[in-house]
């Protein structure tokens, strides 16, 4: 196989035919070097130009983008040659928001970009200070007062009408804005001197991280009730946001570690000569330097999470997917789940793609400024 | 990173008992933690005892010996409704470790070819494994999961199954491929062969470990073929075991004969290699890529082939950048296939699920999957952590 370290070699040939034109030098260099090379140009090409050609096919030539009314008979007689994209217009009100009731759904849309502005504002070096909690907890505030109401004029929805993208993105930053103060709880007893801390730290982390989520989700869905006393009723949501947070900080505890440990022991010593008490220690000098270092990987496993939201299907939780997965229940357009998934699968993509970017992005910058 | 510096510990303060002495203050600390962790876990576990008791639900594992009652269609071990939860049980653990074992090579192999394609000069390979990796990993899981059981579900049925080799048929009873009947006698023949290669493993290192002392070059390859397939091959003579393949046929609506594997279980293979193969495959990318670059060229200045440098002078130096992140991959893949009961295939959490709405022993079956699990990932660590001892660089 064909790998890198494959410095071009000088040639000492004349430049002609291959070397006349920067295009046909480059494909010379990357596509057509040597025989095995070209052979799995030749090969591949082959193949994306069947799968591409199939996919527009299916997807753009052959497509039904609209039907009349609920009558789907067009969709049905196109089935297996072409994508019936008339589903989407459809149901989309409902995959992107669920039940939440109809002509308040500004409110959840609202709430959407409230989100979205929250997490650019949080990607911004410049906001990367004590105010960046301030914002947090103003921005969640907000999405709470749009999404519930009560208030103001808005009409009060219950959360169990909650769902869709609103809920995919509440499970998400909930966990995040609860799990990360216990990650770096858990992440300093893990590192304390104290034993019986450190160990109550250990087990927590090595617990929740030994067993899949499902496993908790089942957990905050069936024995969460058994453990309550007589009378308390938590809702559904809240239960499963609650198990969420409690996976949220194994993760982020063992990222935050990682941040503790780049700190050069100096750092603490001389803090410590200042007279500084621990947590005065830990606020002003450690802590500011350890999570400076991790937001590359606490990017990720925030793209990890945002992913994993979707295992609250299991558990009857209607987030994004399992809008989706209901909004085709409905007979007519049953045999349309693929045009569906494809939809969502594009929103969860632009999501987790958008964050893996600026992850990565930092990365090279901490790169270069080191 | 710090290294570590033997300095000299300051004595330890004696311990008073005043709020200004620093072990006191420490002993407060963890009196006061745990003893907050104690109360909560026991006011947890008399609301349990209490709600359990309103309920008529009796505590403890007697229920593993009644029966169970649920059919299992998709199975390695002998099973029937009339069989115990804890049989079930059984059938459940094999089915987690079936679809995690095979996933975990398959997800290596394809993860490390993608890797290395990623990096390779041809720009339309690289190019095309980025967009792979980069696909993969940005959708859910389950998404994907469900879409894979969608389209398993979309392709036609017994009569019309494709078949892309002969004997080998994709319908939407599921994957059928040509099987070989095993009674007993070939187990002995594929015993022979293990035993053979692990033989010509010990003979190798011990040829190599002769190379290394005299410098002669010894042919090694001879005695593998003479271990692991003429000496086997020759027993099978001897024994006169029959490796007839039997080929499946359709009768009516179903196919008889062959080894078949369920939708619902291919649908999670495909989707747990596939998703994995893509993290795979950035471990391994940044693993080779930590190789420095003078390893390359002093390998290609000796002459050496490039395939050859890949494999005998790059590789193994990845590997100890790749193994410690890859053991968590294998963790995840392990706990990430516990997402089966989304799609009906009954791996241990469903059957756990299954046994919970049956008997309502909510404890008892969570306390199962969670024990389940740890014992997996503690046996995958246990692996990990002794094969990344044994490829660790020997520094003289």
Same mark, same amino acid.
């Given at each position: 196989?064909?790998?890198?370290?494959?410095?071009?070699?000088?040639?000492?040939?004349?430049?002609?035919?291959?070397?006349?034109?920067?295009?046909?030098?480059?494909?010379?260099?990357?596509?057509?070097?040597?025989?095995?090379?070209?052979?799995?140009?030749?090969?591949?090409?082959?193949?994306?130009?069947?799968?591409?050609?199939?996919?527009?096919?299916?997807?753009?030539?052959?497509?039904?983008?609209?039907?009349?009314?609920?009558?789907?008979?067009?969709?049905?007689?196109?089935?297996?040659?072409?994508?019936?994209?008339?589903?989407?217009?459809?149901?989309?009100?409902?995959?992107?928001?669920?039940?939440?009731?109809?002509?308040?759904?500004?409110?959840?849309?609202?709430?959407?970009?409230?989100?979205?502005?929250?997490?650019?504002?949080?990607?911004?070096?410049?906001?990367?200070?004590?105010?960046?909690?301030?914002?947090?907890?103003?921005?969640?505030?907000?999405?709470?007062?749009?999404?519930?109401?009560?208030?103001?004029?808005?009409?009060?929805?219950?959360?169990?009408?909650?769902?869709?993208?609103?809920?995919?993105?509440?499970?998400?930053?909930?966990?995040?804005?609860?799990?990360?103060?216990?990650?770096?709880?858990?992440?300093?007893?893990?590192?304390?001197?104290?034993?019986?801390?450190?160990?109550?730290?250990?087990?927590?982390?090595?617990?929740?991280?030994?067993?899949?989520?499902?496993?908790?989700?089942?957990?905050?869905?069936?024995?969460?009730?058994?453990?309550?006393?007589?009378?308390?009723?938590?809702?559904?949501?809240?239960?499963?946001?609650?198990?969420?947070?409690?996976?949220?900080?194994?993760?982020?505890?063992?990222?935050?570690?990682?941040?503790?440990?780049?700190?050069?022991?100096?750092?603490?010593?001389?803090?410590?000569?200042?007279?500084?008490?621990?947590?005065?220690?830990?606020?002003?000098?450690?802590?500011?330097?350890?999570?400076?270092?991790?937001?590359?990987?606490?990017?990720?496993?925030?793209?990890?999470?945002?992913?994993?939201?979707?295992?609250?299907?299991?558990?009857?939780?209607?987030?994004?997917?399992?809008?989706?997965?209901?909004?085709?229940?409905?007979?007519?357009?049953?045999?349309?789940?693929?045009?569906?998934?494809?939809?969502?699968?594009?929103?969860?993509?632009?999501?987790?793609?958008?964050?893996?970017?600026?992850?990565?992005?930092?990365?090279?910058?901490?790169?270069?400024?080191? | 990173?710090?290294?570590?510096?033997?300095?000299?510990?300051?004595?330890?303060?004696?311990?008073?008992?005043?709020?200004?002495?620093?072990?006191?203050?420490?002993?407060?600390?963890?009196?006061?933690?745990?003893?907050?962790?104690?109360?909560?876990?026991?006011?947890?576990?008399?609301?349990?005892?209490?709600?359990?008791?309103?309920?008529?639900?009796?505590?403890?594992?007697?229920?593993?010996?009644?029966?169970?009652?649920?059919?299992?269609?998709?199975?390695?071990?002998?099973?029937?409704?009339?069989?115990?939860?804890?049989? #079930?049980?059984?059938?459940?653990?094999?089915?987690? %470790?079936? *679809?995690? $074992?095979?996933?975990?090579? @398959?997800?290596?192999? !394809? +993860?490390?070819?993608?890797?290395?394609?990623?990096?390779?000069?041809?720009?339309?390979?690289?190019?095309?494994?980025?967009?792979?990796?980069?696909?993969?990993?940005?959708?859910?899981?389950?998404?994907?999961?469900?879409?894979?059981?969608?389209?398993?579900?979309?392709?036609?049925?017994?009569?019309?199954?494709?078949?892309?080799?002969?004997?080998?048929?994709?319908?939407?009873?599921?994957?059928?491929?040509?099987?070989?009947?095993?009674?007993?006698?070939?187990?002995?023949?594929?015993?022979?062969?293990?035993?053979?290669?692990?033989?010509?493993?010990?003979?190798?290192?011990?040829?190599?470990?002769?190379?290394?002392?005299?410098?002669? #070059?010894?042919?090694?390859?001879?005695?593998?073929? %003479?271990? *692991?397939? $003429?000496?086997?091959?020759? @027993?099978?003579?001897? !024994? +006169?075991?029959?490796?007839?393949?039997?080929?499946?046929?359709?009768?009516?609506?179903?196919?008889?004969?062959?080894?078949?594997?369920?939708?619902?279980?291919?649908?999670?293979?495909?989707?747990?290699?596939?998703?994995?193969?893509?993290?795979?495959?950035?471990?391994?990318?940044?693993?080779?890529?930590?190789?420095?670059?003078?390893?390359?060229?002093?390998?290609?200045?000796?002459?050496?082939?490039?395939?050859?440098?890949?494999?005998?002078?790059?590789?193994?130096?990845?590997?100890?950048?790749?193994?410690?992140?890859?053991?968590?991959?294998?963790?995840?893949?392990?706990?990430?296939?516990?997402?089966?009961?989304?799609?009906?295939?009954?791996?241990?959490?469903?059957?756990?699920?299954?046994?919970?709405?049956?008997?309502?022993?909510?404890?008892?079956?969570?306390? !199962?999957?969670?024990?389940?699990?740890?014992?997996?990932?503690?046996?995958?660590?246990?692996?990990?952590?002794?094969?990344?001892?044994?490829?660790?660089?020997?520094?003289?």
């Amino acid at each position: 196989m064909a790998t890198t370290a494959d410095a071009p070699r000088p040639s000492s040939r004349p430049r002609t035919g291959w070397d006349a034109h920067p295009v046909l030098r480059w494909l010379r260099a990357n596509l057509f070097s040597s025989i095995p090379s070209t052979v799995i140009t030749l090969l591949l090409f082959a193949l994306l130009a069947k799968m591409v050609v199939g996919f527009a096919q299916w997807g753009i030539w052959d497509a039904i983008w609209t039907v009349p009314g609920n009558d789907t008979g067009a969709c049905r007689a196109a089935r297996g040659v072409g994508a019936c994209w008339a589903v989407i217009p459809e149901k989309y009100r409902f995959i992107l928001f669920g039940t939440y009731p109809y002509d308040e759904q500004w409110r959840p849309a609202l709430a959407t970009l409230v989100f979205i502005a929250l997490f650019y504002v949080s990607s911004l070096r410049f906001f990367w200070r004590k105010e960046l909690v301030l914002i947090w907890a103003a921005a969640l505030s907000l999405i709470g007062l749009l999404m519930w109401g009560g208030i103001f004029g808005l009409t009060f929805v219950s959360q169990d009408r909650w769902g869709g993208l609103p809920v995919t993105l509440v499970l998400a930053t909930f966990g995040l804005a609860f799990g990360f103060p216990l990650g770096i709880l858990v992440a300093l007893g893990r590192r304390s001197k104290m034993p019986a801390i450190r160990s109550l730290c250990v087990l927590y982390v090595e617990l929740i991280r030994g067993v899949p989520l499902i496993s908790l989700l089942f957990m905050a869905s069936v024995m969460f009730p058994l453990f309550m006393p007589d009378g308390v009723n938590i809702d559904k949501l809240l239960r499963a946001q609650i198990a969420i947070v409690l996976y949220a900080g194994a993760y982020l505890a063992e990222v935050v570690r990682g941040g503790l440990q780049a700190v050069p022991r100096g750092q603490h010593e001389a803090a410590e000569a200042l007279g500084l008490s621990y947590w005065q220690r830990q606020r002003l000098i450690v802590l500011p330097q350890a999570i400076r270092h991790v937001i590359p990987p606490l990017v990720n496993t925030f793209i990890a999470f945002f992913k994993d939201t979707s295992l609250v299907l299991i558990i009857g939780i209607f987030d994004l997917l399992t809008t989706a997965k209901t909004a085709i229940i409905d007979p007519a357009w049953q045999a349309f789940s693929v045009e569906v998934y494809i939809f969502v699968a594009l929103i969860y993509f632009a999501f987790c793609f958008a964050m893996s970017r600026y992850s990565r992005h930092l990365e090279t910058q901490g790169k270069q400024g080191a | 990173m710090t290294t570590p510096m033997p300095t000299k510990r300051p004595p330890r303060q004696r311990l008073s008992f005043s709020l200004q002495n620093e072990r006191f203050r420490a002993l407060l600390w963890q009196i006061a933690v745990v003893g907050i962790a104690v109360l909560f876990i026991a006011w947890l576990w008399s609301n349990a005892v209490h709600n359990l008791s309103v309920r008529r639900i009796s505590t403890g594992f007697a229920f593993l010996g009644r029966e169970a009652g649920m059919p299992i269609t998709d199975t390695w071990l002998a099973y029937s409704p009339k069989d115990t939860y804890l049989h #079930a049980f059984m059938v459940g653990i094999v089915n987690t %470790l079936r *679809v995690a $074992v095979i996933g975990i090579v @398959l997800a290596t192999i !394809l +993860g490390t070819a993608v890797g290395i394609a990623r990096l390779s000069s041809n720009w339309l390979l690289s190019r095309l494994a980025a967009i792979y990796v980069e696909a993969l990993r940005d959708i859910p899981l389950l998404l994907q999961l469900l879409v894979w059981y969608v389209l398993m579900q979309g392709l036609p049925p017994a009569r019309g199954a494709w078949k892309p080799i002969e004997g080998v048929f994709l319908s939407n009873r599921g994957l059928i491929v040509p099987a070989i009947p095993l009674d007993g006698g070939q187990f002995w023949v594929i015993g022979a062969a293990v035993l053979g290669f692990i033989l010509f493993y010990l003979l190798r290192r011990r040829l190599i470990a002769l190379q290394v002392q005299d410098g002669k #070059a010894r042919r090694i390859w001879p005695h593998g073929i %003479l271990l *692991v397939i $003429v000496l086997p091959a020759l @027993l099978s003579w001897v !024994l +006169g075991i029959s490796w007839a393949v039997t080929f499946p046929e359709l009768r009516g609506f179903n196919f008889v004969g062959g080894w078949s594997f369920a939708p619902e279980y291919f649908a999670l293979l495909i989707a747990l290699v596939t998703y994995t193969s893509a993290f795979i495959a950035e471990i391994v990318r940044s693993g080779i890529q930590a190789v420095p670059r003078g390893q390359w060229d002093a390998a290609v200045a000796l002459g050496l082939r490039k395939s050859f440098v890949l494999r005998q002078i790059v590789l193994p130096q990845a590997l100890r950048v790749i193994i410690p992140p890859m053991t968590s991959q294998y963790l995840n893949l392990t706990k990430n296939s516990s997402l089966a009961v989304a799609i009906g295939y009954q791996d241990i959490v469903s059957i756990a699920n299954t046994t919970l709405n049956q008997t309502g022993q909510a404890i008892e079956a969570i306390a !199962l999957i969670m024990a389940v699990f740890l014992t997996i990932s503690l046996g995958i660590s246990l692996f990990m952590n002794w094969y990344n001892a044994h490829i660790a660089l020997v520094e003289r």
